[in-house]
């Protein structure tokens, strides 16, 4: 048998290594993910370019909407329980990990959809027919994963707010989301929508 001592540095080697590889491995993904972004990045630009009608532009929305709903929801989290079963509930599975890079992707590269349609027209104000536009916008800025990230679409929702394109019903449960992302928990709701979004809005840092 080896010496106690001669185990010892051979697991604290093999730590080490492990250790090691498993950051490489977390940054080879991370870099692989900027990348695709990125690619992708180049033919949104192109897609948004060609917009030319409010027709376009509205099922341009509609897809958002239903790329954002398609990535959550029960079906989501069924997949989510089969995989967590198969895996033993291990969290740190390649199977459970790959999901989750999955979704992770779908919403960063939805995040880029929505950030280049609102810099190049704006909220979208004209005459939306289709609730699911109308909601695309909203969703996609709840379902950013820090508050921070959510403050890149904010502007545009809180213009669009004081022009009277989204309800004070609306705009009061997104502030809502977004106090529950800044502090853990959601603000005690006053007693209209009109004083709670004032009083969010004297609260959340917005710059």
């Known amino acids: 048998m080896y ?7 051979y697991i604290m080697k093999l730590s080490i290594y ?26 949104i630009k192109t897609i948004i370019s060609n ?3 409010n027709e376009k532009k509205e099922a341009f ?8 709903q ?15 079963k198969r895996n033993n509930y291990n969290i740190y599975s390649q199977e459970y990990l790959e999901f989750l890079f999955k979704r992770m992707k779908i919403d960063s590269i939805n995040t880029v959809k929505a950030m280049a349609y609102l810099d190049t027209y704006g909220y979208p104000e004209f005459g939306v027919k289709n ?3 109308r909601r695309a916008i909203n969703l996609i ?12 679409l904010f502007p545009y929702v809180y213009q669009a707010f004081k022009n009277d394109f989204i309800s004070a019903d609306s705009f009061s449960f997104l502030l809502n989301n977004m106090h529950r992302h800044r502090y853990g928990k959601s603000y005690p709701h006053a007693l209209t929508n009109e004083e709670n979004i004032k009083q969010l809005l004297e609260i959340l840092p917005t710059d």
């Open 3 to 9: 010496p106690l001592s001669i185990l010892k540095t």
């Open 18 to 43: 492990l250790c090691v590889f498993l950051a490489l491995l977390i940054s080879c993904k991370q870099e692989t993910k900027t990348k695709e972004i990125e690619d992708k990045t180049e033919d």
């Open 51 to 53: 917009l030319d009608t």
């Open 61 to 68: 929305l509609i897809e958002l909407h239903d790329i954002d």
């Open 70 to 84: 398609g990535n959550r929801g029960e079906k989501i989290g069924l997949q989510r329980l089969e995989i967590l």
């Open 131 to 133: 609730n699911d536009a």
């Open 141 to 152: 800025l709840m379902h950013q994963p820090t508050y921070e990230k959510q403050l890149r």
